[in-house]
């Protein structure tokens, strides 16, 4: 989170990890399953940076992310 916030380029991650991608995404773009998987749902984060793994825990906001994945 460091590097990025201090280069400000754009990192593409690969995550199975619900509480990852919302810790460390702008945005989440989602897989449809299957042989042929395309792009599913494509869900803006919009919380404040920096963010924090503990504070994210209590965040209302964060739970609503976390259902829609």
Do not use: F, W
Not at 28 to 50: D, K, W, Y
């Amino acid at each position: 989170m460091e590097i990025q916030a201090d280069l400000k380029n754009t990192v593409i991650m690969i995550t199975h990890d619900i509480d990852e991608a919302v810790l460390l995404s702008d945005r989440i773009v989602m897989m449809i399953n299957g042989q042929a998987a395309t792009i599913g749902e494509i869900l803006p984060v919009e919380l404040e940076r920096p963010r924090h793994r503990l504070d994210l825990a209590d965040d209302t906001r964060h739970n609503h992310y976390r259902q829609k994945c």
